[in-house]
């Protein structure tokens, strides 16, 4: 601009027209005003720079927060999978133990009244063919 | 700053996959009852009364096997209904 204005005025010309018009009121305004819009400019582009990296501040934090509550949230949904997982299987193994137990005792007691029932007096014999025909029945004949 | 909240938004990383494992490790405690109930022995010459109620017996002892495996699984399926997560107990 500076280059062009000195080509076509001449650099000599338009410096002193340069410093005849600031020299007038009007140039003084306009000088100020100038001054006044470049600081202002200067200024609002300053406060954006600022903004910009204030922002790219918060979002990185924002990031880091979102990952590390991410984290401690899987960490503890985890724990807590496991935990259930424990407390379950301790409680089933409990009732397990219970049940087995009874039928276990279930078990005994009726073998024993087999064995009441057996000292009785006797019916009929099994017949040998009748173990053949159960293995069979089963699919369990022997070959 | 008003772009700056959208940003926020938009900048979050992606939602992570790996809580979306379906796999679930279930108790095999359950399992413990399954004991296979063996059949009677017979020998030619045993009193047929006496095997059938031996196997009668055999069969109540299966029956009551059954049952109790039915029970642990319907308390197993119960307890992973009820299980939350610390400090979301149900209402």
Redesign the interface.
């Known amino acids: 601009m500076l280059g062009l204005a000195w080509t076509i005025f001449g650099g000599r010309q338009f410096l002193l027209g340069a410093i005849k018009f600031f020299s007038t009121p009007l140039g003084q305004i306009v000088a100020v005003a100038g001054a006044l819009v470049l600081t202002a400019v200067t200024t609002d582009v300053h406060a954006r720079i600022r903004d910009r990296a204030v922002c790219n501040g918060r979002i990185e934090a924002n990031n880091v927060a979102w990952q590390e509550r991410e984290l401690q949230a899987k960490a503890a949904y985890d724990q807590a999978r496991a935990k259930r997982d424990q407390d379950i299987d301790a409680a089933l193994e409990k009732r397990v133990t219970e049940k087995a137990g009874s039928i276990q005792q279930l078990a005994e007691r009726l073998a024993l009244q087999v064995k009441v029932h057996e000292a009785t007096a006797p019916t009929c014999r099994v017949s040998p063919g009748l173990i053949d025909r159960r293995d069979r029945l089963l699919g369990r004949a022997k070959k | ?1 008003t ?2 909240s959208a ?2 938004k938009n ?3 992606p939602a ?1 996959t ?2 979306l494992d379906l796999s679930v ?1 279930i ?1 095999a ?2 399992e ?2 399954d ?1 296979e109930v063996p ?1 009677p022995v ?10 059938i ?2 196997y009668a ?1 055999a069969l ?2 299966a029956n ?2 059954i049952g ?1 495996d039915r ?2 699984k319907q ?2 399926r119960a ?2 209904k009820a ?1 939350q ?2 400090g979301k107990e149900k209402q």
């Open positions: 700053m772009g700056c940003a926020l900048d979050l990383p992570s790996e809580r490790d108790s405690a359950c413990k009852l004991k059949h017979i020998r030619p010459g045993d009193d047929s009364d006496t095997i109620l031996t017996a109540e002892v009551a096997t109790a029970e642990c308390d197993l307890r992973y299980a997560l610390a």
